[in-house]
C-alpha cells in the first residue's frame, strides 16, 4: 500500500487546477469584462463626477420607485408617467465648482430647468413612530405636522412661517385618502428637511434666488439662470477688449447690488461660485444655496464648541472664525462678510487665477481698493460688527470707482 506524501497531494491538486492556455485567456477576458463593468457602474452612480447617462439612470430609478410606492406632486404625471412630454436630462451647465450629486439639468420641450433630489443626510429626522405590537405607522394630523414644521424652520432658520408660506413650503395632497395622503406627508418631510429647498422657499419673494416650479415626491424643480457671460480666456487673460472690459465692471456692480441685498435679509454666503450667477428678466441672482445660510443659522453652526487648534478648524468653506486658544473651542460666530468674500474670491482672485477686475486695464486706484477689500486691515475698511469684514465705507468707494469706470467706458463707445 503506498501512502501519499504532502507533496504528492500538491502536485495531484496543481493538477486538478491547471488550466489550458484558451480557459486561462477566457478567464482573463471574463475578469477585464467584470471590471470594466463595476468601473462605468460606479462612474455612473459617482457622487463625485456628473456624467449624461448617470443622471438618465438616477431619474430612471426615482421613477421606478414613484411607480411602485406612489408620490406626490403634479410633476409626476410628466416626469414619470406615459406623458407625451420629452424630457431631456443632463449635467448642470456650467458645472458647478463644487459638486452637487443630486442636481441636473434638464429640457422640457423648449423650457430649460434645473432638478434637485433631495437625499436624507445623517441629521434626517423621521415624522412617524411605529407601535411595537401592530407594527403599524402612525403619523401626525395635518395640524399636528404644520406644527411640527414650524418649529422645526423656526428652531433651525428663526423664521415664523406665515400661514400662506406654509401651504407653498408643504405641498400636501391628496388629504381626503389616508394611505397617499401619508406618502404626501412623508414626500413633503424630506423636502422640508433639505437647506436648499428651504431657502428657495423662504425667499421666493425676494427674487434672490431660482423659483421653485414645481415637484414629485422629494424632487423638485427650479428656474434655470443665463449664467453670466465668462469664459476662461476672458477671465484669466490679461488682456481684454473694451467691450469685455465694460462687461467685467457691469457684472461687478450688479454683484455689489446683489450682497447688499444678501445683507439687508440678513445672509451670509461661505461659498461663491461666479458661474452660479445667471441674469433672468433683468434680475441678477444665485442658483446655488447649499453653503449660503441666514447669518442666525450659521453663527449658530460656526459658534457650537467644537474642539480647535487652530483658526482653520472653525471655519467654514470661506466664513471665517476663530479659536479659543484658552479653551481650545470654536466660539466665535463669522468674522468677515459677504463683501470681503466677493472682493477676494471674484474680483481680485489670485497671481494663478486672477479675478474678474485684474486685467492690464485695471486702474491703480481701483486694484488698491480691491486689495483693500479683500483683505481689510486698516479701522477705516474694517467693518464694525465684522473684524474681518469690509466696511461700508470702503464697499461704496470701490462701488462708486466702479460706476465711474463703467460710465467713462460707455461714453467712449457712445457715438
Same mark, same amino acid.
Not at 406612489?70 to 424630457?87: A, E, H, K, T
Not at 423648449?110 to 433631495?118: A, G, K, M, P, S
Given at each position: 500500500?503506498?501512502?501519499?506524501?504532502? %507533496?504528492?497531494?500538491? $502536485?495531484?491538486?496543481?493538477?486538478?487546477?491547471?488550466?489550458?492556455?484558451?480557459?486561462?485567456?477566457?478567464?482573463?477576458?471574463?475578469?477585464?469584462?467584470?471590471?470594466?463593468?463595476?468601473?462605468?457602474?460606479?462612474?455612473?452612480?459617482?457622487?463625485?463626477?456628473?456624467?449624461?447617462?448617470?443622471?438618465?439612470?438616477?431619474?430612471?430609478?426615482?421613477?421606478?420607485?414613484?411607480?411602485?410606492?406612489?408620490?406626490?406632486?403634479?410633476?409626476?404625471?410628466?416626469?414619470?408617467? @406615459?406623458?407625451?412630454?420629452?424630457?431631456?436630462?443632463? &449635467?448642470?451647465?456650467?458645472?458647478?465648482?463644487?459638486?452637487?450629486?443630486?442636481?441636473?439639468?434638464?429640457? $422640457?420641450?423648449?423650457?430649460?430647468?434645473?432638478?434637485?433630489?433631495?437625499?436624507?443626510?445623517?441629521?434626517?429626522?423621521?415624522?412617524?413612530?411605529?407601535?411595537?405590537?401592530?407594527?403599524?405607522?402612525?403619523?401626525? =394630523?395635518?395640524?399636528?405636522?404644520?406644527?411640527?414644521?414650524?418649529?422645526?424652520?423656526?428652531? $433651525?432658520?428663526?423664521?415664523?412661517?406665515?400661514?400662506?408660506?406654509?401651504?407653498?413650503?408643504?405641498?400636501?395632497?391628496?388629504?381626503?385618502?389616508?394611505?397617499?395622503?401619508?406618502?404626501?406627508?412623508?414626500?413633503?418631510? @424630506?423636502?422640508?428637511?433639505?437647506?436648499?429647498?428651504?431657502?428657495?422657499?423662504?425667499?421666493?419673494? $425676494?427674487?434672490?434666488?431660482?423659483?421653485?416650479?414645481?415637484?414629485?415626491?422629494?424632487?423638485?424643480?427650479?428656474?434655470?439662470? %443665463?449664467?453670466?457671460?465668462?469664459?476662461?480666456?476672458?477671465?484669466?487673460?490679461?488682456?481684454? *477688449?473694451? *467691450?469685455?472690459?465694460?462687461?467685467?465692471?457691469?457684472?461687478?456692480?450688479?454683484?455689489?447690488?446683489?450682497?447688499?441685498?444678501?445683507?439687508?435679509?440678513?445672509?451670509?454666503?461661505?461659498?461663491?461660485?461666479?458661474?452660479?450667477?445667471?441674469? @433672468?428678466? @433683468?434680475?441678477?441672482?444665485?442658483?446655488?444655496?447649499?453653503?449660503?445660510?441666514?447669518?442666525?443659522?450659521?453663527?449658530?453652526?460656526?459658534?457650537?464648541?467644537?474642539?480647535?487648534?487652530? *483658526?482653520?478648524?472653525?471655519?467654514?468653506?470661506?466664513?471665517?472664525?476663530?479659536?479659543?486658544?484658552?479653551?481650545?473651542?470654536?466660539?466665535? =460666530?463669522?468674522?468677515?462678510? %459677504?463683501?470681503?468674500?466677493? &472682493?477676494?474670491?471674484?474680483?481680485?482672485? =489670485?497671481?494663478?487665477?486672477?479675478?474678474?477686475?485684474?486685467?492690464?486695464?485695471?486702474?491703480?486706484?481701483?486694484?488698491?481698493?480691491?486689495?483693500?477689500?479683500?483683505?481689510?486691515?486698516?479701522?477705516?475698511?474694517?467693518?464694525?460688527?465684522?473684524?474681518?469684514?469690509?466696511?461700508?465705507?470702503?464697499?461704496?468707494?470701490?462701488?462708486?470707482?466702479?460706476?465711474?469706470?463703467?460710465?467713462?467706458?460707455?461714453?467712449?463707445?457712445?457715438?
Amino acid at each position: 500500500m503506498h501512502l501519499l506524501t504532502k %507533496n504528492d497531494c500538491l $502536485k495531484g491538486l496543481a493538477r486538478k487546477v491547471r488550466f489550458s492556455q484558451r480557459k486561462r485567456c477566457y478567464l482573463v477576458s471574463l475578469a477585464v469584462a467584470a471590471l470594466v463593468v463595476y468601473f462605468v457602474y460606479k462612474n455612473i452612480t459617482s457622487s463625485f463626477h456628473c456624467y449624461d447617462s448617470g443622471v438618465e439612470w438616477k431619474i430612471n430609478k426615482f421613477c421606478k420607485r414613484y411607480k411602485n410606492v406612489g408620490s406626490s406632486g403634479y410633476m409626476c404625471s410628466d416626469l414619470c408617467g @406615459n406623458s407625451n412630454v420629452y424630457w431631456d436630462f443632463r &449635467c448642470p451647465d456650467p458645472p458647478l465648482e463644487l459638486h452637487h450629486p443630486n442636481r441636473f439639468q434638464t429640457k $422640457k420641450l423648449d423650457t430649460t430647468l434645473n432638478i434637485i433630489v433631495t437625499v436624507p443626510n445623517e441629521n434626517y429626522e423621521k415624522l412617524f413612530w411605529v407601535d411595537s405590537y401592530y407594527r403599524k405607522e402612525h403619523y401626525p =394630523t395635518e395640524t399636528e405636522y404644520e406644527n411640527i414644521v414650524k418649529r422645526y424652520i423656526s428652531n $433651525k432658520y428663526n423664521v415664523d412661517i406665515p400661514f400662506d408660506k406654509m401651504r407653498t413650503l408643504l405641498r400636501l395632497g391628496h388629504k381626503h385618502r389616508e394611505l397617499f395622503f401619508h406618502q404626501s406627508m412623508r414626500d413633503s418631510w @424630506n423636502l422640508v428637511q433639505n437647506h436648499e429647498y428651504v431657502m428657495l422657499n423662504l425667499f421666493d419673494e $425676494k427674487d434672490l434666488f431660482p423659483y421653485i416650479a414645481e415637484n414629485c415626491g422629494e424632487m423638485f424643480v427650479t428656474e434655470y439662470l %443665463n449664467a453670466v457671460e465668462f469664459d476662461e480666456e476672458h477671465r484669466y487673460g490679461s488682456h481684454i *477688449d473694451l *467691450d469685455r472690459w465694460r462687461y467685467h465692471i457691469k457684472i461687478a456692480v450688479l454683484i455689489l447690488d446683489y450682497v447688499s441685498e444678501l445683507e439687508q435679509h440678513e445672509l451670509q454666503m461661505c461659498h461663491v461660485d461666479l458661474r452660479r450667477f445667471g441674469i @433672468n428678466n @433683468n434680475r441678477l441672482k444665485y442658483d446655488d444655496v447649499r453653503y449660503l445660510f441666514p447669518e442666525y443659522t450659521i453663527n449658530r453652526k460656526i459658534s457650537s464648541g467644537t474642539q480647535c487648534a487652530s *483658526d482653520d478648524d472653525c471655519r467654514f468653506m470661506f466664513c471665517q472664525s476663530e479659536c479659543n486658544r484658552e479653551k481650545h473651542r470654536c466660539e466665535s =460666530t463669522v468674522l468677515n462678510n %459677504n463683501v470681503q468674500i466677493v &472682493c477676494e474670491k471674484i474680483f481680485l482672485g =489670485t497671481s494663478g487665477y486672477p479675478g474678474i477686475l485684474i486685467t492690464h486695464k485695471t486702474p491703480d486706484r481701483l486694484k488698491e481698493l480691491l486689495e483693500r477689500c479683500a483683505r481689510p486691515v486698516k479701522d477705516r475698511d474694517v467693518a464694525r460688527a465684522r473684524p474681518r469684514g469690509t466696511s461700508e465705507e470702503l464697499k461704496k468707494l470701490l462701488y462708486n470707482e466702479l460706476t465711474n469706470i463703467y460710465e467713462k467706458l460707455a461714453a467712449i463707445n457712445a457715438p
